[in-house]
């Protein structure tokens, strides 16, 4: 039953793959529709990193998290290298989360 699943993802997965190549020059898109297509990939990382952020097990995920979060977007966005950025959103976290905030 597993390999099935599997399976049966892997050839949808494949198929809406292809699917993209084969109609690309047969579907025409309008100019607006092209303009506002790569924000719709922008917001669609937005809404999965802001629900990764804020909820754990279908719930809020507290203080901490969310901070941490913030303070690797305030240092990623003043172009702090991105080990510098993980480790300060971590023990932002970390330390939080030691000094008893959720």
Same mark, same amino acid.
């Given at each position: 039953?597993?390999? *099935? #699943?599997?399976?049966?993802? /892997?050839?949808?997965?494949?198929?809406? !793959?292809?699917? $993209? +190549?084969?109609?690309?020059?047969? @579907?025409?898109?309008?100019?607006?529709?092209?303009?506002?297509?790569?924000?719709a990939?922008?917001?669609?990382?937005?809404?999965?990193?802001?629900? *990764? #952020?804020?909820?754990?097990? /279908?719930?809020?995920?507290?203080?901490? !998290?969310?901070? $941490? +979060?913030?303070?690797?977007?305030? @240092?990623?966005?003043?172009?702090?290298?991105?080990?510098?950025?993980?480790?300060?959103a971590?023990?932002?976290a970390?330390?939080?989360?030691?000094?008893?905030?959720?």
């Open positions: 039953m597993l390999i *099935a #699943a599997i399976l049966t993802l /892997a050839v949808g997965t494949y198929a809406l !793959r292809l699917g $993209g +190549v084969v109609l690309r020059g047969r @579907l025409r898109l309008s100019a607006r529709t092209r303009k506002v297509l790569p924000l990939a922008t917001a669609l990382l937005a809404a999965l990193a802001a629900t *990764a #952020a804020l909820t754990e097990n /279908a719930g809020p995920a507290g203080v901490a !998290r969310p901070a $941490g +979060v913030a303070v690797g977007a305030l @240092l990623a966005w003043r172009k702090v290298p991105f080990v510098v950025v993980v480790v300060a971590a023990g932002t970390a330390l939080l989360r030691l000094a008893g905030v959720p």
